[in-house]
């Protein structure tokens, strides 16, 4: 940590760089691999408390998340808050947000800073229990721990330049300036496809601007929440600047969305879920003083176009990994590629081979390419979307149970898909992807568009002009030329959607951080 500072007396940090991904290609990485994966597994089946108001709870009423390439394996067992801890996590966050706002922000930075060293230091231990408990695969393991330390040094950095006042226009005799405010305790609930990335970025974004925050972990990965708990601690955070609530969205979600004193939430997950969200945060309660504000990023119908004249072969790979990677389960998944019709037939036979040769099973097991999808209701909705799909167009390959007692699936390909077809239409957050026939570039254009998300996009050609077209007209948050759809990086790619895919909120950019703090122009007569 360097200890020169600004003008603002923050610290001076050396230039963001993304943190390297490793793609266990090298029996060095298999074996240390391995090796912190025999330490991880003794700790599986321990119990976890509750975190609320700087003390440990325990209530007796358990949540046990398991390891969904092999279900009957117990990962964590976690204590389940009732509704009064759930409110008293909320009461006491609003207690103490003045003192941790008035922590100088020097310090703030240098726990985030702190948080993103302890990650680093304890990369395959996170990696570990992301295979076990979210079923990802190694690599999608590690670009999820990455992008976690990503958020933590990107956002240290996007601190130390709000804390300068930001330039207004002086008038004359006055001494004019705009200062950020912290807003107060914050709901935090992140999902469970990246529990350690998005929990970091949304957590170390409310906390590094002075916020307090109380966390909700989905109740398929609280044990990674927990180990980052864990971490929050280590790196300095006060005890009561952050609390960590797991339970029954029935009995605690709603309550302290609706709580009066609760001033923000910052959610990932479900358009339905999301929607609820903005709802009940849109009506004051008695005692409110503010007006909620509501983060929220609500998932995708991802497309990728691909036009006449490309290199099929690398339309191919970019789709298929955006499709079946960690087993479709983004919200920047692609779930439908928009074939120029000249190259359809070409496409569907290349992609066939190519989804066909991936390997399904075990996530620790580093020669699959596709692990679990997360649980048993999880894997029934898929699998009826397969029927669905399968009487609106044609199975190419997979629809079936792949092999194993885990919640396993066959990467599938349902082609000759017309757009107003429910596997067209409808998230499925799956191994499963529409391919739907365009008469041209254009015609592709408004097939993408042709849902209520927003959210990633990408189109393969070689024209400039199409390029320069899918730039104005292709309505969707992120947007990629000739690659893939998925991967979006911390400082490169702001990630957040249009329409029902959110409130764009461009996680890892250089806004983010204004939707967790208030500005307050201050005018002064210089006399």
């Known amino acids: 940590m360097t200890t020169t500072t600004t003008a603002a007396g923050v610290p001076a940090l050396p230039a963001f760089r993304n943190e390297p991904v490793d793609t266990f290609s090298s029996d060095t990485s298999r074996h240390n691999a391995a090796n912190v994966l025999r330490h991880i597994k003794a700790e599986l089946g321990r119990e976890y408390a509750l975190r609320i108001a700087g003390r440990r709870v325990k209530t007796g009423d358990h949540l046990r998340s398991v390891n969904p390439s092999r279900p009957a394996e117990i990962v964590g067992i976690h204590e389940m808050a009732t509704a009064d801890l759930a409110r008293e996590a909320i009461v006491d966050g609003h ?4 003192e941790w706002a008035a ?3 020097s310090r703030r930075i240098e726990l985030v800073v702190e948080t993103a060293a302890i990650i680093r230091r304890r990369k395959l231990e996170f990696d570990s229990w992301l295979v076990l408990e979210a079923g990802k695969t190694w690599f999608e393991a590690d670009a999820d721990v990455s992008e976690a330390i990503d958020f933590c040094e990107y956002y240290a950095r996007q601190m130390a330049k709000l804390a300068s006042p930001a330039e207004v226009h002086q008038m004359p005799g006055e001494h004019d300036e ?17 529990p350690l990335a998005i929990l970091t970025g949304m957590t170390v974004a409310a906390l590094v601007t002075g916020n ?57 997950g479900s358009r339905e879920v999301g929607l609820r969200i903005v709802e009940l945060a849109a009506k004051p309660r008695p005692g409110q003083i503010w007006i909620k504000r509501v983060i929220a990023e609500m998932g995708g119908k991802d497309a990728i176009v691909v036009d006449a004249g490309v290199d099929i072969d690398d339309a191919v790979k970019g789709v ?12 920047s998944a692609c779930s439908r590629a928009i074939v120029h019709q000249d190259v359809y037939d070409e496409f569907v036979s290349k992609l066939q081979a190519a ?22 209701g999880a894997l029934k909705t898929i699998r009826n979307y397969i ?9 190419v390959c997979g629809g079936e149970r792949a092999a194993g007692d885990g919640y396993f699936l066959q990467p599938t390909v349902i082609a000759d898909v017309d757009e107003k077809a429910r596997v067209f239409q ?31 996009g990408a189109v393969y050609t070689n024209s400039p002009e199409k390029i320069d077209l899918a730039k104005r007209k292709f309505f969707v948050g992120n947007l990629y030329i000739n690659r893939k759809c998925t991967g979006a990086m911390v400082g490169a790619h702001p990630f957040g959607g249009f329409n029902m895919s959110g409130t764009d909120s461009k996680a890892g950019g250089p806004d983010y951080l204004l939707q967790f703090v208030q500005s307050k122009s201050i005018a002064e007569r210089i006399r």
Request: aromatic share 10%; with cysteine; charged share 15%.
């Open 95 to 98: 207690a103490y947000f003045p």
């Open 426 to 456: 409808e998230e499925i957050f799956g191994p499963v992807l529409a391919v739907t026939k365009a008469r041209d570039f254009n015609h592709a254009l408004d097939l993408a568009n042709a849902t209520e998300y927003g959210l990633t």
């Open 387 to 395: 029927e669905t799909g399968k009487s609106e167009g044609r199975l």
């Open 320 to 331: 298929i990994a955006s499709a079946y990677g960690y087993q479709g389960q983004k919200c």
């Open 103 to 105: 922590t100088p922000v």
């Open 212 to 268: 307090t925050v109380v966390i909700k972990p989905s109740s398929e990965t609280p044990t990674i929440a927990a180990k980052f708990a864990e971490v929050l601690e280590e790196a300095g955070f006060p005890p009561r600047s952050f609390s960590l609530v797991t339970g029954r969205g029935s009995v605690i979600g709603d309550l302290m969305v609706e709580h009066p004193l609760t001033r923000f939430i910052s959610f990932t």
């Open 178 to 194: 705009m200062i950020y405010l912290p807003l107060g305790v914050g709901l935090i609930i992140p999902p469970w496809n990246f």
């Open 355 to 376: 989804a066909s040769s991936l390997t399904v099973g075990p996530s620790e097991e580093v020669t699959n390419y596709m692990g679990p999808v997360i649980n048993e």
